[in-house]
């Protein structure tokens, strides 16, 4: 069976789930949930590549994804809370490796946030703020003609 058959029976599994618990208000509130979830996962992922470009090769072709592609943040705390997620360019790297054992490259190879990466979702939640805060960050990762 297709992964999606089963990604779309458990959603409607768990619709059905806050209806029987809550009535109506429970698949309400099961859906703000899952909204919620949603809104936090393209935030993430926004920040973590925020900027960051392949270059196409002579053939056309973008060059593979790379450390210097995402966004890393390594604060301990975040890190932690997120089970690593914020060491996002060795789960590109690596895709097979679990989340509690990503490893952070070395600042030379990969970009790194100055902020843990829920304080950079949260001013990302502001374009001209975040665009200001992180474009001097952004810089030395981009190719001379993209600036």
Request: hydrophobic letters at 50%; charged letters at 15%; aromatic letters at 10%.
């Amino acid at each position: 069976m297709h992964p999606y058959v089963w990604y779309l029976g458990g959603a409607v599994a768990a619709l059905l789930l806050g209806y029987v618990m809550a009535g109506w208000a429970g698949v309400a509130v099961w859906g703000a949930l899952a909204l919620h979830a949603q809104v936090q996962l393209m935030l993430s992922d926004y920040v973590q590549h925020y900027g960051l470009m392949r270059t196409a090769r002579a053939d056309g072709r973008l060059e593979p994804v790379g450390a210097r592609h995402s966004w890393n943040a390594p604060h301990w705390f975040s890190s932690a809370m997120m089970l690593n997620a914020p060491r996002h360019s060795d789960h590109h790297a690596h895709p097979a490796r679990p989340y509690p054992a990503l490893r952070l490259p070395d600042a030379r190879e990969a970009p790194t946030l100055p902020w843990p990466l829920p304080l950079a979702c949260t001013v990302a939640l502001i374009p001209p703020v975040w665009k200001r805060s992180i474009r001097p960050h952004l810089r030395p990762w981009l190719a001379p003609a993209e600036m």
